[in-house]
């Protein structure tokens, strides 16, 4: 007996491929961006959702335009991503134009 399977794999959590290196980025901006130690909030991101450390980290984010801030947050790590396959480690520190 044969099975077949459509399926589309999707990576959200860097389990099928490593993208702490963005994620850490993205997170780094985001201290940046609000007067933090970069070190301090990666430290304190990891192992949680996006929009619960976007409200502890940005708590003057209003609830109408949270949606809008995590799509922005998530933007930056595939830039972030986009810039470390470019052009390897290190590119990973540059700011994104659009965020």
């Not at 609000?34 to 304190?44: E, F, H, K, R, T």
């Not at 595939?78 to 590119?91: H, R, T, W």
């Amino acid at each position: 007996m044969l099975l077949f399977f459509d399926c589309t794999y999707l990576d959200q959590d860097g389990t099928l491929t490593d993208s702490i290196a963005a994620v850490e980025a993205a997170w780094g901006k985001v201290a940046k961006d609000i007067g933090q130690d970069p070190a301090y909030v990666i430290a304190a991101t990891h192992g949680k959702r996006a929009v619960d450390n976007l409200r502890q980290f940005k708590p003057h984010i209003l609830d109408h335009q949270m949606d809008a801030e995590v799509q922005a947050f998530e933007e930056t790590i595939l830039y972030f991503a986009d810039a470390f396959n470019k052009y390897g480690p290190g590119s990973e520190t540059n700011t994104p134009t659009s965020a």
